[in-house]
């Protein structure tokens, strides 16, 4: 399919001067050729659509049907879309204004107890690079609460074993340092010396065949099937330890400021989901000991 222009001038802004990651700005275009292709269907120039074509564009969405937070994600890339030609002269209005984007339902993230952590990295399968490697990945990912497309590229000159920190390039290249604690390390440690790789690491630090990363669907088929092993029997994503990372941080007493910084969350409200996912946890104590509860 071929793009708009007008669409192709936006993603072009957002990788070039809002420095989105590729995943993100590959999302916008997901979102927003349906968009353009109703529109090109109605005759309705896109530098022209008003609000009457983005509900029924919404509402035709709405039916397919999409989940609230697909359909919530939509809006606000429409939102951003029609934000951008409104501010560079390409439309005369922004048929967003009095958008309304739909509720989500507030949907907490998916998260593992403690236990369920340590039973997933207490699973020692028989040595071989392939399984300390992954063991390693595992510990680092908790570690420091990674992204998955983090994990599988960081170079092996980010991460000092002998101070303890990973040094991370996150969404729109932005820079972070995050410790790491012994565990992880010697993990890592374990699966280099394995893997007899000596001298100044160069390279991703998890590399796969031809020395390439491995990838973000080959890491996670791989989770799937130690998490089985491990005997955590629920649906389990990297994401997942990603977000027990941060829960389990603040449920022992870390500041919101500090986790933010270590999850690479550009507005702390990002991170302040996971305040909410405790206080439901301290609801659910409550109602169980409380006399009264």
Do not use: C
């Not at 999302?27 to 509900?55: I, M, N, Q, T």
């Not at 012994?182 to 993990?187: E, L, M, T, V």
């Amino acid at each position: 399919m071929t793009s708009h222009p007008l669409l192709v001038e936006f993603l072009d802004h957002l990788r070039v001067e809002r420095k989105l990651a590729r995943n993100s700005v590959a999302a916008y275009g997901s979102d927003l050729r349906p968009y353009v292709a109703f529109l090109a269907k109605r005759g309705v120039p896109v530098a022209e659509s008003g609000p009457g074509d983005l509900s029924e564009f919404l509402w035709e969405r709405r039916s397919a049907p999409l989940k609230p937070a697909s359909l919530y994600r939509l809006a606000e890339s429409l939102r951003q879309f029609h934000r951008f030609l409104k501010t560079e002269g390409r439309a005369l209005s922004d048929p967003t204004v009095s958008l309304v984007s739909p509720k989500t339902g507030d949907r907490l993230p998916k998260v593992l107890s403690v236990d369920e952590v340590n039973r997933l990295l207490a699973h020692a399968p028989s040595p071989t690079v392939r399984t300390l490697r992954f063991k390693a990945m595992l510990e680092l990912l908790y570690a420091a609460g990674l992204r998955v497309s983090e994990l599988v590229n960081v170079p092996a000159a980010s991460v000092d074993l002998t101070v303890g920190y990973v040094r991370v390039f996150g969404k729109g290249g932005k820079e972070r340092v995050v410790p790491i604690n012994r565990r992880a390390i010697h993990a890592i440690r374990v699966y280099l010396e394995f893997a007899k790789r000596a001298g100044p690491l160069d390279g991703p630090l998890f590399a796969g065949r031809k020395g390439k990363p491995l990838s973000r669907v080959a890491f996670w088929q791989e989770l799937k099937k130690w998490a089985r092993a491990a005997g955590v029997n629920r649906p389990l994503s990297p994401h997942v330890l990603r977000h027990s990372f941060a829960t389990h941080l603040l449920r022992g007493g870390a500041d919101l400021r500090v986790v933010q910084e270590m999850l690479g969350h550009a507005d702390i409200s990002t991170t302040q989901i996971y305040t909410h996912l405790d206080g439901a946890a301290i609801k659910k104590a409550h109602r169980r000991f409380h006399p009264r509860g």
